[in-house]
């Protein structure tokens, strides 16, 4: 199958998007030592677990919205890897990118109603 412009220029946004959504949420993961008890903040268990205790506890909302945004940024780029791996007729990567978008924008939606209700609430 040839490939044209538009297949590369799907890799190189879904890319972009996947390193922007990484960058965000990695700084946002920083801003949250703050935040979060001195023993915890300490194990290596805080990248796992800060992005639920952002929307669970008392964070400043800009925290959150990085969340947000970082959850949007992967969310298109793996929308984006999806296209492609479709447009390509790879069945594993048809299914591996489908199942990661839901699982990611699963998290996006759930990030963003968390966001609303504590917008509303501060």
């Known amino acids: 199958m040839a490939y044209d412009?538009?297949?590369?220029?799907?890799?190189?946004?879904?890319?972009?998007?996947?390193l922007a959504g990484a960058f965000i949420h990695g700084s946002a993961d920083q801003?949250?030592?703050?935040?979060?008890?001195?023993?915890?903040?300490?194990?290596?268990?805080?990248r796992w677990s800060a992005h639920?205790?952002?929307?669970?506890?008392?964070?400043?909302?800009?925290?959150q919205k990085r969340y947000v945004?970082?959850?949007?940024?992967?969310?298109?780029?793996?929308?984006g890897a999806t296209t492609v791996?479709?447009?390509?007729?790879?069945?594993?990567?048809?299914?591996l990118f489908s199942l990661a978008s839901c699982a990611i924008i699963h998290s996006y939606i759930r990030d963003v109603l968390a966001?609303?209700?504590n917008r509303e609430s501060h």
């Open 31 to 46: 801003l949250m030592r703050r935040y979060v008890p001195y023993t915890f903040a300490q194990e290596d268990t805080l």
């Open 52 to 63: 639920e205790f952002a929307f669970e506890k008392n964070v400043p909302l800009h925290i």
């Open 5 to 18: 412009g538009t297949d590369v220029l799907l890799v190189a946004a879904s890319a972009l998007g996947f």
């Open 85 to 95: 791996a479709f447009r390509a007729g790879n069945l594993m990567g048809m299914v």
């Open 115 to 117: 966001y609303r209700r």
């Open 69 to 79: 945004a970082a959850g949007l940024l992967c969310g298109l780029a793996s929308l």
